[in-house]
Structure formats: C-alpha cells, structure tokens
C-alpha cells in the first residue's frame, strides 16, 4: 500500500498557475504510474492525467490539455501537477492516485489515493 499526500492548493484568480504535489511514502512509488483527479463541488470525480512510472509517457484529459503538465521526481518520491491559464471551472478537491497496472483514466485502477488539497479559482 502507497501512502500519497497532497499539498499545493489554494486560492488563485483565473489565469494564474499552482503546482499541486503528490509525495508518496515508500521508495517503490518508483514502480507506481500516479494518476490525477478532481472533485468539484457535487460533482463526480474525474481523470485529470496521469504519467507512467518512468515519466516517460503522459496523458491528460481534454478538458486540461495544454494547460496541465504531469512530471514526477523519483529520486524524491513526488509527483508534480503545474497547471497554468486556471479557470472557475478548475475549482475542484485534487487527488492522486497509485496504479500498478498501466494509465488508465478509470478510477477503479487506481488502488490507493491521497487525501486531496482544494483548488479554488476566482473568476
């Protein structure tokens, strides 16, 4: 089992950045492909991206493309989200996530997850 805590988020205006981080409890999140998601408020949680254990590889949804950038440091266990251009729709609880498997945009293939940080943009 993966330990994942975010951190990062906050209140930002549209337009402006944040880079969430996703710090992982053992040295095997090396072996890990991490994932992120988000939650808005009464809204379901959906794939945000996520990239390959190696960080060789990434995918996003289209709803972020060219605005968030997935990277990872495995020397330090972190995993990075540097999101640009924010917009009121951002607005949302960010989480990541731990799979064994492969990228997937599905939640179910992911087996732990961190607790989430808020991301609030104001319009």
């Not at 095997?28 to 379901?44: A, C, L, M, P, V």
């Not at 996520?50 to 995993?79: L, P």
Request: aromatic share 12%.
């Amino acid at each position: 089992q993966v330990q994942l805590v975010e951190s990062g988020g906050g209140l930002v205006q549209a337009g402006g950045s944040l880079r969430l981080s996703c710090a992982a409890s053992e040295h095997t999140f090396r072996n890990y492909y991490i994932g992120w998601f988000r939650q808005g408020s009464g809204k379901e949680r959906e794939f945000v991206g996520v990239i390959s254990w190696a960080g060789d590889s990434t995918m996003y949804a289209d709803s972020v493309k060219g605005r968030f950038t997935i990277s990872r440091d495995n020397g330090n266990n972190t995993v990075y989200l540097h999101m640009v251009s924010l917009r009121p729709e951002d607005t949302a609880v960010y989480y990541c996530a731990s799979s064994r498997w492969g990228m997937t945009a599905a939640k179910t293939g992911y087996e732990d997850w961190g607790q989430g940080t808020q991301v609030t943009v104001s319009s």
